[in-house]
């Protein structure tokens, strides 16, 4: 055996390992997605595609030259899929990245960039096929890089740019292993890519994707058993310091709100249990399960208050006018949403669990975003607002309608369920509204016993003033 053949042999058995390694991964994570996960579904095509890469480049291999005619038909084949699935490994991997992640700034934005990019990779690997840019296939049946091959390079190196560019404008929102399981797929297919540049004998991709899927591998399963454990364990020690120092917190930054705007004061308190209140009916009802559990429930009820803390940069001629508000008035009013946001970071930026503050900054900024993309501050559509806000948004709204405030009077219970009804679909998530409705008897009851205290301590001031 020449060295030429053994290079073939080693790439070949690198090949076959790199397949058999993404089929165990792409199977646990079918198993665990019936019960744990279930945004992954990009992450099993990124798997596929892998798997699919390794096999078309061991076929590369054992169907090069012109010993029989059917390696005449099978070569441009594999070469063609291997290219293919190569960049769409890539692809669908961002994509997963981008729609897995709770971010929405500039979700759209990558997400045509990506797929527009996609698109024309697969027009120029379509032309090569014709033109020889990418690579060619000679009389022999024999592969090698066409003279523009590094067109095909350029592709890889903006997809690269797109991920760094990604990280950049979202890094708040990946923690450390995402941010090392995001760059590893820079990384070792890069480096693989240029050693096998070197070395052109060997087929070493497969080799950095292999490292790259191993180490989102063992940081899916890692997260996967910290959630698994703080669903076991509902409070550790750590957590009672950090729900006492959210409390602590919360407390202050909604008694600013109080003091600035007399009707949110008893306002925070009930959309807090509502909030609360349909967040558990949404776990009870398995919605959401890999972002709805006893924790989130814990967060979103504690964010719940710092909703309108944007409404400290409000003039009190707006915030306290008993008419309704002029259009530049409410222009300005509107302004609270991106303040509350900018708040939340400067005061929380450091704080010990990012989860909890993006929650926060998210409830602040995005609560008037409407399901059919006609609210504000950036005019979300769907699910493109985060999930918090659009639990909060059925909260707040509620709340504003059965309660007395300068401009109007109070809402009777039914009116007020009814304009929730209507608003499924439009200004609500539907599902969030038919789980509202459907907890009718339990949110008034929270408001009837809001109203009762604020009755008593009504007459106990009455009797202090006697």
């Known amino acids: ?69 059917v390696n005449y038909k099978v070569l441009p084949i594999a070469m063609f899929i291997y290219y293919l699935s190569t960049f769409a490994i890539m692809v669908s991997y961002v994509v997963y990245v981008i729609t897995s992640s709770s971010f929405t700034r500039n979700r759209k934005i990558y997400l045509k960039l990506i797929m527009i990019g996609a698109f024309l990779y ?18 022999n049946n024999h592969y090698s890089r066409g003279k523009y091959f590094f067109v095909s390079m350029i592709f890889e190196i903006l997809l690269y740019i797109a991920i760094v560019a990604l990280f950049i404008h979202n890094r708040k929102d990946f923690d450390k292993s995402q941010t090392f399981s995001l760059f590893s797929f820079i990384f070792f297919p890069v480096v693989m890519q240029i050693a096998q540049i070197i070395l052109l004998n060997l087929s ?44 602590h917190t919360i407390l202050s930054l909604s008694n600013l709100v109080e003091n600035r705007d007399t009707d949110t004061g008893e306002h925070i308190k009930r959309t807090s249990a509502y909030v609360e209140m349909l967040a558990t009916k949404l776990l009870i009802d398995g919605y959401l399960q890999d972002i709805i559990t006893s924790r989130y429930i814990a967060l979103i009820e504690k964010a719940a208050p710092m ?11 707006i915030l306290k006018k008993p008419e309704r508000l002029t259009q530049e008035e409410f222009l300005e009013m509107q302004k609270h949403t991106i303040a509350g946001r900018k708040i939340v ?32 501050p950036e005019h979300l559509k769907g699910e493109a607002i985060p999930l918090c806000a659009r639990i909060m948004a059925i909260a707040d709204v509620f709340d504003a309608l059965v ?32 789980a509202f409705l459907s907890i009718k008897d339990r949110i008034i009851a929270i408001c009837e016993s809001y109203k009762s205290s604020e009755a008593l301590i009504h007459d106990l001031e009455e009797l202090e003033e006697v």
Request: aromatic share 14%; charged share 20%.
């Open 307 to 317: 909703h309108d803390i944007g409404k400290i940069v409000i003039s009190d001629m």
């Open 403 to 434: 309660s007395p405030r300068v401009y109007k009077a109070p809402m009777s219970y039914d009116e007020a369920f009814g304009i929730i009804e209507k608003g499924a679909g439009i200004h609500f998530d539907p599902i969030l509204s038919k």
């Open 1 to 69: 055996m020449n060295l030429q053949e053994a290079f073939i042999n080693f790439s070949i058995s690198l090949d076959a390992y790199s397949a058999l390694i993404g089929l165990f991964i792409l199977i646990y994570i079918s198993i665990k997605r019936i019960s744990t996960l279930s945004n992954e579904k990009w992450l099993i095509i990124t798997l596929v595609f892998y798997i699919v890469m390794s096999v078309s480049d061991i076929f590369t291999f054992l169907f090069e030259g012109n010993s029989n005619p």
């Open 204 to 247: 070493l991709v497969t080799v950095g994707y292999t490292f790259a899927f191993l180490i989102t591998f063992v940081n899916m399963n890692n997260n996967l058993e910290e959630v698994i454990d703080i669903q076991a364990n509902e409070v550790t020690q750590k957590n009672a310091q950090i729900i006492r120092m959210q409390e």
């Open 122 to 139: 697969m027009v120029l690997l379509i032309i090569s096929q014709f033109t020889h840019i990418i690579y060619t296939i000679d009389d």
């Open 345 to 376: 970071y400067q005061i929380l930026d450091d704080y010990e669990d990012p989860k909890y503050v993006k929650i926060c900054a998210d409830i602040a900024a995005y609560h008037h975003e409407k399901w059919d993309g006609s609210g504000y």
